[in-house]
């Protein structure tokens, strides 16, 4: 996962600067040349999940122990990385750096956010395929998360994210990760126990009452934690986030933690669940449902803001707001959650799979190319469960283009699943290389697509066959890249990151009255052209107007005064151009403010 803003240095300045984005209308291709769809193939494999999987007997340590201990001593886990070697065998990993004199890694073998999603994923696939092994395996890795779960003490109910190959708990891993210790709050591995937790209790509620009525009792003490530390003290407050009123009541402030929550939610009060469940549910999905921003031209596009502390970071990993929607409003009956769900899903995704795919960080620029599976799947499920809950066959078609990304129709065209061994590849580089590792996250989550798949054949099939014929996307400009005149400067801070986004190449310019920057951009024909400046819009005095824009020789918009509230980057404009008017080779030039008038 990649590091959360909470845990990297904030920046605040008061500096007008710009970075041009120039956009376009992509086009992604449907099926390429394909008559009549394939048969449909079973495509999940747990061949390499089964591989990443162990036991492990943990030693007796205070406030944690699980289903039969006693009985049954041994409980799953899962290898959290897992690397090639020249034979074309792969080898497990823990992460951080390893000791082998006391058998140890910085952070630990095994972790709580990547088992609780492999138990999701068996069990998904016991109740597709009625697997018994996939049955026996979700057991096992659930008994693993619930003793890694704090089970007594102040904080009853949250979640150690680390152990050790020998059973040894770690909750301060070197790196450290927030809260330190990692039992000591609310965070991801707190919602995604309750994931698990939801889904295991709709399982087995039939299966093995006993152990069903286990899993409903350590959910009910996650909720206990959820309530304590977020829900109760916070519901119904709202922070002010550079001019949005945004809730103040999701887990460790994040749309993207809330809604895997509100999958396992949704799921347990489909089977019955406390009427506190469905309380916190409504309480949840709520916030999630009150994070949409802009519209099909101003950013971010019609998406759900993934963190409520920025309204200039969206990331493709954990996008999965739309989806857990889409399930929480069929769970109770809440037409409006699934208008928000069809509001991103049919705003924003056609333009995410038309941009290019399942970016890690648009901060507002692209600054983080790279593609993972994680982001991958969240663009899958959230399509074809808003398609499902809002009755729209035509979120399930696009369904087969977002799932195309696993078969090769992604910027390294290469196939990013292999249904012969059940492995899928750990991410693409920005550079369009492969990074062939096929740690646990991504194999989770590549299986989650492929179950989805497997029960879709129709777009299981699109997905198999769906090719790029042409693509016309968005070009970046670095405005550090172009010609400087007057009161302009390029600046490159000590880091990129702002405190709630980032500078695209790592640097930006500062423009003054009368400071002026300019560059060149090829347009390729066809289309309406759309500028989107990135601005750090701070607070401009009274006598000042903000930037002025041109693309081509015309007039591209002026951007206006920001607020008085901390600095921060994202589109402030969004001129349109037509083609008639704009060459092909069209110059852009962007001014800082001036006298008004």
Do not use: C
């Not at 087995?204 to 206990?224: M, N, Q, V």
């Not at 889409?326 to 991103?344: C, F, K, M, S, T």
Request: net charge neutral.
């Amino acid at each position: 996962m990649p590091p959360t803003p909470a845990k990297l240095p904030s920046l605040r300045r008061a500096l007008l600067a710009l970075l041009a984005l120039v956009v376009t209308v992509g086009v992604v291709a449907a099926p390429a040349g394909a008559a009549d769809p394939a048969p449909p193939v079973r495509l999940t494999n747990l061949a390499h999940l089964d591989f990443l999987g162990d036991r492990v007997a943990p030693p007796e340590q205070a406030g944690h122990t699980t289903w039969r201990i006693g009985q049954e001593p041994e409980i799953g886990v899962l290898w959290t990385y897992a690397e090639p070697q020249p034979d074309g065998s792969y080898r497990r990993l823990g992460g951080g750096t390893y000791d082998p004199a006391t058998d140890t890694w910085g952070q630990g073998a095994f972790n709580a956010d990547d088992m609780t999603r492999a138990a999701v994923a068996y069990l998904r696939h016991w109740r597709q395929f009625g697997d018994q092994a996939s049955r026996d395996r979700a057991y096992q890795l659930l008994r693993g998360v619930t003793y890694l779960q704090t089970s007594s003490g102040p904080d009853a109910g949250n979640v150690v994210l680390w152990m050790q190959p020998d059973g040894t708990l770690n909750p301060s891993p070197t790196p450290t990760e927030e809260p330190d210790p990692s039992d000591s709050g609310p965070s991801y591995w707190l919602a995604r126990t309750i994931w698990a937790l939801g889904e295991g209790y709709a399982a087995f509620r039939a299966a093995d009452p006993a152990f069903a009525g286990f899993l409903r009792e350590r959910l009910e003490l996650s909720l206990d934690a959820l309530d304590r530390q977020v829900l109760d003290p916070r519901y119904g407050t709202y922070q002010t986030v550079d001019g949005l009123r945004l809730p103040a009541w999701l887990i460790v402030d994040g749309a993207d933690a809330s809604s895997e929550a509100v999958y396992g939610l949704a799921a347990y009060v489909r089977a019955g669940g406390s009427a506190r469940a469905r309380l916190d549910l409504r309480r949840l999905a709520d916030g999630v449902a009150r994070m949409p921003l802009g519209d099909v031209r101003d950013w971010p596009y019609g998406a759900l803001l993934p963190w409520a502390r920025s309204r200039s970071l969206w990331h493709a990993w954990g996008d999965q707001m739309a989806g857990s929607l889409a399930e929480a409003g069929r769970a109770l009956g809440r037409e409006d959650w699934v208008r928000v769900a069809v509001g991103e899903t049919g705003r924003f995704t056609p333009h995410l799979l038309a941009q290019g795919g399942p970016e890690n960080g648009w901060l507002p620029a692209p600054t983080d190319r790279v593609q993972i599976a994680y982001g991958a799947d969240a663009t899958l499920q959230n399509l074809l469960r808003t398609a499902a809950a809002a009755r729209r066959p035509a979120f399930a078609d696009l369904a087969g283009i977002a799932g195309a990304w696993y078969f090769g129709n992604n910027p390294a065209g290469v196939a990013m699943y292999d249904p012969a061994t059940g492995r899928t590849f750990d991410g693409i580089n920005p550079d369009r290389t492969v990074n062939r590792n096929s740690g646990a996250e991504s194999t989770i989550h590549g299986l989650l697509s492929m179950l989805a798949l497997d029960a879709h054949p129709a777009v299981a099939a699109r997905a198999r066959v769906a090719g790029r014929q042409a693509q016309v996307t968005w070009q970046l400009v670095e405005a550090e890249a172009g010609t400087l005149d007057g009161a302009a400067e390029v600046v490159t801070p000590a880091s990129a990151w702002t405190g709630e986004s980032a500078w695209s190449g790592g640097a930006y310019v500062r423009l003054g009255p009368g400071g002026r920057v300019s560059g060149t951009v090829d347009l390729p024909v066809g289309g309406g052209w759309w500028l989107f400046p990135v601005l750090d819009r701070m607070q401009i005095s009274a006598g000042m107007v903000g930037t002025r824009h041109r693309l081509g020789g015309e007039p591209a918009g002026r951007s206006r005064p920001g607020w008085s509230g901390p600095a921060t980057a994202w589109p402030a404009s969004r001129p349109i151009m037509s083609t008639a008017s704009v060459p092909r080779r069209a110059r852009w030039t962007t001014a800082g403010p001036g006298p008004r008038g």
